[in-house]
């Protein structure tokens, strides 16, 4: 079973905007002391690090307490100290919000119908051309 340690912040949920507590785990350093760790604490394992650590990894994962849907996050770290978590807006998260039929440029087979997969406020969207049954993941195009 995979072992990770865990961050508990106030914080708002990236699906749903409800602001409370926020479990964050992390699959970061060393995670078998399973350590419950706050920010501005050492983190285990990364004694002398500096630097940004987030997805493609997916290192940084949380779950909301009430809409129960999830999100990647990315953890800046500072001298081997945790000092915050942000969302990653660019990583898809594994529950859906909704599933759409719609047009999708498929990297092995181009243009054809999909089924696309939304997650609310995180602009990704995660496809499976519905010929060739590729999956990927992109970025949402928005209007701006
Ligand atoms: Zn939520
Ligand atoms: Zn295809």
């Given at each position: 079973?995979?072992?990770?340690?865990?961050?508990?912040?106030?914080?708002?949920?990236?699906r749903?905007?409800?602001?409370?507590?926020?479990?964050?785990?992390?699959?970061l350093?060393?995670?078998?002391?399973?350590?419950?760790?706050?920010?501005?604490?050492?983190?285990?394992?990364?004694?002398?690090?500096?630097?940004?650590?987030?997805?493609?990894?997916?290192?940084?994962?949380?779950?909301?307490p009430?809409?129960?849907?999830?999100?990647?996050?990315?953890?800046?770290?500072?001298?081997?100290?945790?000092?915050?978590?942000?969302?990653?807006?660019?990583?898809?998260?594994?529950?859906?919000?909704?599933?759409?039929?719609?047009?999708?440029?498929c990297?092995?087979?181009?243009?054809?119908?999909?089924?696309?997969?939304?997650?609310?406020?995180?602009?990704?969207?995660?496809?499976?051309?519905?010929?060739?049954?590729?999956?990927?993941?992109?970025?949402?195009?928005?209007?701006?």
């Open positions: 079973m995979a072992t990770f340690n865990t961050c508990t912040i106030e914080d708002t949920c990236a749903c905007g409800f602001f409370g507590d926020i479990d964050y785990d992390l699959y350093g060393d995670t078998r002391p399973m350590a419950s760790v706050s920010l501005n604490d050492p983190y285990p394992g990364m004694e002398q690090e500096t630097g940004k650590f987030r997805s493609p990894s997916r290192d940084v994962y949380a779950e909301c009430h809409c129960k849907k999830d999100w990647f996050a990315i953890a800046e770290v500072h001298n081997g100290r945790l000092v915050r978590i942000d969302v990653d807006r660019h990583t898809a998260p594994y529950i859906p919000e909704q599933t759409v039929t719609a047009h999708v440029t990297r092995e087979c181009g243009p054809n119908l999909g089924s696309v997969v939304l997650f609310g406020n995180i602009p990704m969207r995660r496809c499976n051309c519905g010929k060739c049954d590729h999956f990927w993941e992109e970025p949402l195009a928005r209007p701006r």
